[in-house]
């Protein structure tokens, strides 16, 4: 038995911080930014799934709410100057590491496409990568 998926690349610049961490991973209580790769996985057995479709689907909402945004944990008081001073960033329930990051977008995938990724693949900056997959 043999099946068939697709994989789109995006890639975007974003800033994050992650507060909390101890030790070597302090330094992220830092505000600073990464660029970012996410590789997604679709299931495409039927062959409905069109490459551009998809591109336009996910690739938009990454360019609309993540591309020279900010990842904030929702409880950061740095998200008060984001959203006083209108600047574009997402607030994520938990810190927003790149598990959390690489979560958030098969969910995103899933709602806009009505598909459930078989794979997310997070790349942050160029050392630091984390994969959600289908459980």
Not at 56 to 71: C, P
């Amino acid at each position: 038995m043999s099946s068939v998926s697709i994989t789109l690349t995006f890639r975007w610049p974003m800033g994050h911080r992650i507060l909390g961490l101890q030790g070597p991973g302090a330094k992220c209580a830092n505000i600073h930014g990464h660029n970012w790769q996410a590789d997604i996985e679709l299931p495409n057995d039927d062959g409905k799934l069109e490459f551009g479709l998809v591109k336009a689907q996910i690739g938009g909402y990454i360019e609309s709410m993540l591309d020279h945004g900010f990842a904030v944990q929702h409880d950061d008081p740095f998200r008060i100057y984001l959203r006083d001073n209108e600047l574009k960033f997402v607030a994520f329930t938990h810190p927003p590491t790149t598990e959390v990051i690489a979560s958030f977008l098969a969910e995103i995938a899933s709602d806009l496409t009505g598909v459930k990724p078989l794979r997310v693949h997070v790349q942050e900056g160029y050392r630091n990568a984390a994969t959600w997959r289908q459980s």
